[in-house]
């Protein structure tokens, strides 16, 4: 990239701040919900606009930065706007104006306590995750990736029983302990190179490195990383989460927390080692291995789950490893593939989380053994999580076949046509723990009254439109917002090339 291509431009840091500077707006509301509500929302808006501020310059590889503060010699707290950062900032950013609105729904319909700290908190959740998505180095990369974990504990904890409570503590002790990891792999790398700049292609590019230095490093991150990538043996904090209120799972699952684990797992791959690196001392192969036996174990894990949200909490493990797999394979197709997966699990899996949540909040249910008959009582909301099954399982028109399509073919791309058997197998996996779900809901008799319809709007609606999303972008993925198009730029500048 050339200097030319870089600008000043303190749009990263408003979007950032926007949400933190909703708190105390949010805390001093807390006796008039109306308004507490909308300053909620309001940030949201406005967040999004700022972010989508910056998608014509990263659509043409330009890159807004802002320095804040020189912390010592070559490391400073800084926040850059690259395509890659831009991609993932729209799908949370635009994601959290909808679980707002779901939320406030959610969470009065279920009369739930201590509402304003969980607005307070989710509004910290996404200042952080914006943080990760525009952070222009490990420094402060790492200082957003805490305070989200930092942050999403309270929301973990919300219902304050002894299940959430157990799960807020494992929650911490994975995380934070991953933090520890990452640390240590940030202050070896500045060992070894005097900067913790993102450099696409690779910051260690260039460096002579041995496989004794290369192979444990790489280890370090991916542990730092790796936990919040629920990649398996790291991943059982996930499914224990599910204490949670539904919309925390999908902040959890879609929006922050689990992408900003794969996210990192980019950027560590891409602009800390580099292609040339991953590949040179077999790296690539380390992550795809990880990345099969979660996807497999993940899914064969989903099929035994009676818990709506769990077998939903145990699809969203295998799922993340779409993305490791398509970082492992090394090919530009695959990686395009990767990051359209960002965003098209994203809309997939919090329609599923919404659609469980308005079924409990609704009905009361939380078990796929109790759905029978309440596609009849609850059309919109079954309707909705039928198309994102069908998504997740990667069948065409919904978005999930787009990006399953281009990891497919980056691996036949690479001659790596086993992986094409492991997304197969785990397509069959999907349908395996899917489509009993669907079939309870709309051909068991069930035993709900017709006059039990749908759950409340403000819950309703969020999922019915996260479901055409996830249908519009498997038709049009450059619609509205280029996804094709940004992931395309993001993966010309890190391979240095034309794409195949």
């Given at each position: 990239?050339?200097?030319?291509?870089?600008?000043?431009?303190?749009?990263?840091?408003y979007?950032v701040?926007?949400?933190?500077?909703?708190?105390?707006?949010?805390?001093?509301?807390?006796?008039?919900?109306?308004?507490?509500?909308?300053?909620t929302?309001?940030?949201?808006?406005?967040?999004?606009?700022?972010?989508l501020?910056?998608?014509?310059?990263?659509?043409?590889?330009?890159?807004?930065?802002v320095?804040?503060f020189e912390?010592?010699?070559?490391?400073q707290?800084a926040?850059?706007?690259?395509?890659?950062?831009?991609?993932?900032a729209?799908?949370?950013?635009?994601?959290?104006?909808?679980?707002?609105?779901?939320?406030?729904?959610?969470?009065r319909?279920?009369?739930?306590?201590?509402?304003?700290?969980?607005?307070?908190y989710?509004?910290?959740?996404?200042?952080?995750?914006?943080?990760?998505?525009?952070?222009?180095?490990?420094?402060?990369?790492?200082?957003?990736?805490?305070?989200?974990?930092?942050?999403?504990?309270?929301?973990?904890?919300?219902?304050?029983?002894?299940?959430?409570?157990?799960?807020g503590?494992?929650?911490?002790?994975?995380?934070?302990?991953g933090?520890?990891?990452?640390?240590?792999a940030?202050?070896?790398?500045?060992?070894?190179?005097?900067?913790?700049?993102?450099?696409?292609?690779?910051?260690?590019?260039?460096?002579?490195l041995?496989?004794?230095?290369?192979?444990?490093l790489?280890?370090?991150?991916?542990?730092g990383?790796?936990?919040?990538?629920?990649?398996m043996?790291?991943?059982?904090?996930?499914?224990?989460?599910?204490?949670?209120?539904?919309?925390?799972?999908?902040?959890?699952?879609?929006?922050?927390?689990?992408?900003?684990?794969?996210?990192?797992?980019?950027?560590?791959?891409?602009?800390?080692?580099?292609?040339?690196?991953?590949?040179?001392?077999?790296?690539?192969?380390?992550?795809?291995?990880?990345a099969?036996?979660?996807?497999l174990?993940?899914?064969?894990?989903?099929?035994?789950?009676?818990?709506l949200?769990?077998?939903?909490?145990?699809?969203?493990?295998?799922?993340?490893?779409?993305?490791?797999?398509?970082?492992?394979?090394?090919?530009?197709?695959?990686?395009?593939?990767?990051?359209?997966?960002?965003?098209?699990?994203?809309?997939?899996?919090?329609?599923?989380?919404?659609?469980?949540?308005a079924?409990y909040?609704?009905?009361?249910?939380?078990?796929?053994?109790?759905?029978d008959?309440?596609?009849?009582?609850?059309?919109?909301?079954?309707?909705?999580?039928?198309?994102a099954s069908?998504?997740?399982?990667?069948?065409?028109?919904?978005n999930?076949?787009?990006?399953?399509?281009?990891?497919?073919?980056?691996?036949?791309?690479?001659?790596?046509?086993?992986?094409?058997?492991?997304?197969v197998?785990?397509?069959?996996?999907n349908?395996?723990?899917?489509?009993?779900?669907?079939h309870?809901?709309?051909?068991?008799?069930g035993?709900?009254?017709e006059?039990?319809?749908?759950?409340?709007p403000?819950?309703?609606?969020?999922?019915?439109?996260?479901?055409?999303?996830?249908?519009?972008?498997g038709?049009?993925?450059?619609?509205?917002?280029?996804?094709?198009?940004?992931?395309?730029?993001?993966?010309?500048?890190?391979?240095?090339?034309p794409?195949?």
């Amino acid at each position: 990239m050339n200097m030319s291509d870089i600008y000043t431009s303190a749009v990263p840091l408003y979007a950032v701040l926007v949400s933190l500077a909703a708190v105390p707006l949010i805390i001093l509301s807390a006796k008039r919900q109306n308004l507490r509500e909308f300053w909620t929302i309001a940030a949201g808006v406005v967040k999004f606009i700022l972010v989508l501020t910056l998608l014509p310059g990263a659509l043409e590889n330009r890159v807004a930065t802002v320095r804040l503060f020189e912390i010592t010699p070559n490391i400073q707290l800084a926040l850059k706007a690259d395509a890659v950062g831009v991609f993932f900032a729209i799908v949370a950013s635009g994601l959290w104006i909808l679980t707002s609105i779901y939320s406030i729904g959610y969470m009065r319909g279920l009369g739930e306590h201590k509402q304003t700290r969980y607005f307070s908190y989710f509004a910290v959740c996404l200042s952080s995750t914006i943080g990760i998505a525009f952070a222009a180095n490990l420094v402060t990369f790492i200082l957003f990736y805490e305070i989200l974990t930092i942050a999403t504990y309270p929301l973990v904890i919300h219902k304050e029983t002894k299940e959430a409570i157990y799960a807020g503590r494992k929650y911490l002790a994975y995380t934070l302990t991953g933090g520890v990891f990452l640390i240590a792999a940030a202050a070896w790398t500045y060992q070894l190179n005097g900067n913790l700049d993102f450099v696409p292609g690779g910051l260690l590019q260039g460096l002579a490195l041995t496989a004794g230095t290369a192979v444990p490093l790489f280890f370090l991150f991916i542990a730092g990383v790796g936990v919040k990538a629920s990649i398996m043996p790291l991943h059982s904090w996930l499914p224990t989460a599910m204490a949670a209120p539904t919309p925390v799972s999908a902040l959890l699952h879609a929006v922050a927390v689990v992408k900003a684990g794969v996210f990192g797992i980019i950027r560590v791959s891409m602009f800390i080692f580099g292609p040339d690196i991953m590949v040179q001392f077999g790296l690539n192969r380390i992550l795809i291995v990880f990345a099969v036996i979660t996807i497999l174990v993940g899914s064969l894990l989903a099929l035994k789950q009676d818990n709506l949200k769990k077998r939903l909490a145990y699809s969203t493990i295998a799922h993340l490893s779409y993305i490791v797999l398509g970082v492992g394979i090394m090919s530009s197709t695959a990686l395009i593939g990767s990051l359209l997966h960002i965003a098209f699990h994203a809309t997939m899996k919090i329609t599923l989380f919404f659609c469980a949540g308005a079924i409990y909040v609704h009905l009361h249910k939380e078990n796929i053994s109790e759905l029978d008959g309440i596609g009849k009582t609850m059309p919109w909301t079954l309707g909705a999580f039928t198309v994102a099954s069908i998504g997740l399982a990667g069948i065409p028109p919904v978005n999930g076949f787009i990006s399953k399509w281009y990891l497919g073919a980056g691996a036949a791309d690479s001659g790596q046509f086993l992986l094409i058997v492991v997304l197969v197998v785990s397509g069959i996996l999907n349908v395996a723990y899917f489509s009993p779900i669907v079939h309870r809901s709309f051909f068991r008799k069930g035993q709900e009254q017709e006059t039990q319809k749908e759950a409340k709007p403000a819950m309703v609606i969020p999922l019915v439109l996260t479901a055409c999303l996830s249908l519009v972008f498997g038709l049009f993925p450059n619609l509205f917002f280029s996804f094709f198009r940004l992931a395309a730029q993001a993966v010309t500048g890190i391979f240095g090339g034309p794409l195949p």
